[in-house]
């Protein structure tokens, strides 16, 4: 008979005594010094999109999931502009969770920030910096949350895959399109979790938060006005500019028809429903926008509220105008750039005709500009990670969550294409930062400390909820 020692079986039994059986939660306030190393880091590396260069950033984040253990790929179209896909494995039971968010931000002039914009300064509460905003919030809230996932040995009914991509913010031919076209199984998934929501705080209260499952198509129209050139001392009736100005001026007054859809009625609904007396009947009044109620309504919000007005219909914003070289010269050609925003259900030759029509002049050619199309599709709101979404959120920020309808343009729209259901979210942010130059891509862009731990916490909650095992 073979005699066992009983000391290694009493140390296994002392040491499951003092195990827990269960993951315990985080210790949130030592990851608020972890989450800020890793945010400072990523907003001191500069990877302005253009001249677009995120190797430097993809090398530090690869360092860090190499720390933790976590397996990873590197997709690449361009050497220097690489996309991270990084994996945590479950046992198979549910399709993917996806996690999302860019390396790249928009460039800046230095001249006009009080912080220089890749410092990460931190002032009074706040962080500054390009990309505090746009994207690096929700892509260290992703790092994050795949640390914790691991390190707390989350037991997963799904893998949770983030997707650190490049080119986000004008080279999507190098980003997301190529992971879409080349490497879709490697991010195939049935949820994705990305940017385009936020929380918003007005007076340093919480609002509403908002979580994006739908966004607007950009396409740019060119009106182009022809005439005859000549000395400026005698004025022509065919000037191009006359003619340009009065096309813009036109088209600048048209409201295009109204549409409302699941998103925007749900939230012009929820809006009602916490909203003063006042801005309430408003709310309500937009739910049937041709009313006579409903006219007042919209006009209303077109003057004081155009975030919210620019959801009900495709817009039209004249950006850039172009012509004459000399002031003594009426020049042959002139011409605009019109920024479109189309609503997701738009039939884009359709509304391209109706703008000829509109401007309703010979002498003005109305074409597409050149602008990469985005595929439309929407989220539906009755699944399993919107409903967890919409609990976590709202009992970590005590508000009502709303679903909304982007007015800017996402990544997500090409994976929506694909069947993937995806949901944007963020931070909370001051709703009055924007006017006063404080927002995404403006010349001091800054996030609220505190928030961004606040985030990272809600974020990682959300995510455990959706991919892990009951």
């Known amino acids: 008979m073979i005699r066992l020692s009983r000391k290694p079986l009493v140390a296994a039994l002392l ?78 039971s549910k399709r993917p969770l996806l996690l999302m968010a860019h390396q790249d931000t928009v460039n800046v002039d230095a001249s006009k920030w009080t912080f220089p914009p890749h410092s990460a300064a931190r002032d009074s509460g706040w962080i500054y910096g390009r990309g505090t905003l746009d994207d690096k919030d929700n892509l260290v809230a992703s790092l ?32 997301i399109q190529f992971i879409v076209n080349e490497h879709f199984p490697s991010i195939d998934a049935e949820y994705c979790l990305a940017e385009g929501g936020s929380v918003v705080r007005q007076n340093g209260a919480v609002f509403h938060a908002s979580v994006q499952t739908v966004e607007k ?38 409201q295009p028809p109204i549409r409302l859809s699941d998103t925007t009625t749900s939230y012009f609904s929820r809006l009602a429903s ?16 041709y009313s006579a109620e409903g006219q007042e309504a919209v006009n209303y919000l077109k003057q004081h509220e155009p975030r919210n007005a620019a959801v009900l219909f495709s817009t039209i914003s004249p950006n850039i105008i172009d012509g004459g070289y000399r002031s003594n010269v009426i020049p042959s050609e002139a011409s605009a750039t019109l920024d479109v925003r189309l609503l997701p259900d738009e039939d884009a030759p359709a509304f391209l005709e109706q703008v000829r029509q509109v401007i309703n002049d010979p002498a003005v050619n109305v074409d597409w500009g050149s ?24 009992a970590n920020y005590g508000a009502p969550v709303l679903p909304v309808m982007s007015t800017g343009a996402t990544d997500m729209a090409y994976l929506r294409a694909r069947g993937i259901q995806c949901y944007g979210v963020g931070p909370a942010i001051d709703a009055e930062d924007g006017p006063l130059g404080f927002g995404s891509h403006s010349d001091q862009e800054r996030i609220i400390e505190a928030e961004l731990y606040r985030f990272v916490q809600t974020f990682y909650q959300a995510v455990e909820e959706i991919a892990g095992t009951p």
């Open 217 to 254: 198509l950009p396409r740019g129209i060119v009106l182009t006005s022809n005439g005859v050139a000549g000395h400026g001392s005698v004025p022509l009736q065919s000037n191009a500019i006359v003619a340009l100005s009065r096309a813009v001026a036109t088209i600048a007054d048209w």
């Open 371 to 394: 602008r990469n199309q985005r595929p439309g599709a929407s989220t539906s709101l009755d699944t399993d990670a919107y409903r967890v979404i919409e609990s976590v959120f709202g």
């Open 274 to 289: 916490i909203s003063e007396p006042e801005a309430a009947a408003r709310y309500r009044a937009v739910l049937s926008p």
């Open 144 to 175: 994050m949350t795949l640390i914790l996932l691991k390190r707390q040995g989350v037991a997963l009914d799904r893998d949770v895959i983030l997707l650190a991509e490049s080119g986000e913010e004008g080279a999507t031919q190098i980003g």
């Open 15 to 92: 040491c499951l005594s003092a195990s827990p059986l269960v993951a315990q939660e985080p210790d949130w306030t030592a990851l608020d010094a972890e989450t800020l190393q890793h945010f400072q880091a990523m907003v001191r590396i500069d990877t302005a999109d253009p001249p677009g260069r995120e190797i430097d950033l993809t090398n530090y984040i690869t360092g860090v999931l190499d720390a933790e253990g976590i397996e990873y790929e590197v997709h690449s179209l361009e050497a220097e502009r690489p996309n991270i896909v990084a994996r945590l494995r479950g046992n198979g």
